[in-house]
């Protein structure tokens, strides 16, 4: 299990990481972003929802709660990446995937 300082560093950069993208994707797709205290919002007018991504360091794990589900990602060292056990999609391919099934197309992050 990573320590708390490790946490901090690969999950601020993956919640960088997903900014960069999430904001490149918004102005395609049509939402917005928003970046505080080392969480992500993402914001939909229509339909009207946010999603929230943000890291938990008691339990090192980067948490998105989008269409009313939590999901909760955890460091996967071989891959590089914090990934949803469930499935196996890291962070961008979860949002990817929530926000596609949100405006109803497929959503592609670079």
Do not use: C, H
Not at 46 to 51: L, Q, V
Not at 73 to 95: G, H, N, P
């Amino acid at each position: 299990m990573l320590d708390e300082q490790q946490f901090r560093k690969l999950s601020e950069a993956a919640i960088e990481e997903l900014r960069r993208a999430l904001e490149k994707a918004g102005d395609t797709y049509g939402f917005e972003v928003d970046s505080n205290q080392g969480a992500l919002t993402v914001e939909f007018e229509d339909p009207p929802a946010r999603f929230v991504v943000s890291p938990n360091a008691p339990v090192r794990q980067i948490w998105v709660s989008a269409r009313v589900k939590s999901f909760k990602l955890d460091w996967d060292e071989s891959r590089a990446a914090f990934v949803f056990a469930a499935d196996a999609r890291d962070l961008k391919q979860l949002m990817a995937g929530v926000i596609g099934e949100q405006l109803g197309e497929t959503v592609e992050m670079l």
